[in-house]
């Protein structure tokens, strides 16, 4: 599942504390802000990608192979996230940012990339979609907070895009779990069957269904998280519109 995390590239000072927390250095900023910068460019490398093929073809069946090769590498470029966090020039949590983007990775090659009977599902466009519309904002947010501009639009697009797009990823997710399904059952792929020198069996069937499942308690926690964020970040400022 792949939520959008909704920390920032900075950590705010806590309520009632003189202490300010120390943001990343220098260099570290900087390396941060080309990271963001790069990944933004790549998204819309993506996104560019989606409109042209569609306008040529006057379809949106099998868009996904006009971005198949940038989407596997900025997506992939993603695990770079994790490094972040677990060096401390991002103030996340490892865990949750290793879940948010693993679970991306994971759909892009163990699924997507490794059953191409999928590829040309309805599906891998609206993840695509989603993915594609949720980081383009979400790099330029991380960019302009490190560059300490940030847009009140692209602020507010942060916290408020993902009321459709998270849903709209997810089901995208879903449905192509389920439509690799049959293929990873006919094929066996990824599957290790006793008997075998290791006395490990794996059936990676049961770990797609398993996967599948594990949305049901995992999407309403997460989507309603971001909702009380979006109402703290956001509002105090929609407060004050209404009592102008």
Same mark, same amino acid.
């Given at each position: 599942?792949?939520?959008?995390?909704?920390?920032?590239?900075?950590?705010?000072?806590?309520?009632?504390?003189?202490?300010?927390?120390?943001?990343? =250095?220098?260099?570290?900023?900087?390396?941060?802000?080309?990271?963001?910068? $790069? #990944?933004?460019?790549?998204? %819309?490398?993506? *996104? !560019?990608?989606?409109?042209?093929?569609?306008?040529?073809?006057?379809?949106?069946?099998?868009?996904?192979?006009?971005?198949?090769?940038?989407?596997?590498?900025?997506?992939?470029?993603?695990?770079?996230?994790?490094?972040?966090?677990?060096? =401390?020039?991002?103030?996340?949590?490892?865990?949750?940012?290793?879940?948010? $983007? #693993?679970?991306?990775?994971? %759909?892009?090659? *163990? !699924?997507?990339?490794?059953?191409?009977?999928?590829?040309?599902?309805?599906?891998?466009?609206?993840?695509?979609?989603?993915?594609?519309?949720?980081?383009?904002?979400?790099?330029?947010?991380?960019?302009?907070?490190?560059?300490?501009?940030?847009?009140?639009?692209?602020?507010?697009?942060?916290?408020?895009?993902?009321? $459709?797009?998270?849903?709209?990823?997810?089901?995208?997710?879903?449905?192509?779990?389920?439509?690799?399904?049959?293929?990873?059952?006919?094929?066996?792929?990824?599957?290790?069957?006793?008997?075998?020198?290791?006395?490990?069996?794996?059936?990676?069937?049961?770990?797609?269904?398993?996967?599948?499942?594990?949305?049901?308690?995992?999407?309403?926690?997460?989507?309603?998280?971001?909702?009380?964020?979006?109402?703290?970040?956001?509002?105090?400022?929609?407060?004050?519109?209404?009592?102008?």
């Amino acid at each position: 599942m792949s939520a959008p995390a909704m920390g920032t590239t900075k950590t705010a000072p806590n309520d009632g504390s003189h202490k300010k927390k120390k943001g990343p =250095g220098t260099l570290a900023t900087a390396y941060l802000v080309i990271y963001n910068v $790069v #990944m933004t460019a790549g998204w %819309l490398v993506i *996104a !560019v990608g989606l409109v042209r093929a569609y306008l040529a073809r006057g379809s949106y069946h099998g868009l996904y192979y006009s971005i198949e090769k940038p989407l596997k590498f900025f997506q992939t470029g993603a695990l770079l996230e994790i490094l972040h966090c677990a060096v =401390g020039i991002v103030p996340s949590s490892v865990v949750l940012t290793g879940f948010q $983007v #693993m679970s991306r990775v994971f %759909l892009t090659w *163990a !699924v997507t990339h490794s059953v191409r009977e999928v590829q040309s599902e309805d599906s891998v466009l609206l993840f695509v979609v989603a993915w594609t519309i949720t980081e383009i904002i979400r790099y330029s947010f991380y960019t302009f907070s490190l560059l300490n501009h940030l847009p009140y639009l692209i602020k507010w697009a942060r916290y408020t895009f993902f009321i $459709v797009l998270y849903p709209m990823g997810v089901t995208g997710e879903l449905l192509t779990i389920y439509a690799a399904l049959p293929y990873v059952q006919k094929t066996g792929l990824y599957s290790v069957t006793l008997p075998n020198k290791y006395n490990f069996s794996f059936d990676y069937y049961t770990f797609l269904i398993l996967t599948m499942v594990s949305y049901i308690p995992l999407f309403p926690q997460l989507y309603f998280h971001m909702l009380r964020q979006r109402k703290k970040v956001l509002g105090h400022v929609e407060e004050y519109t209404k009592v102008e």
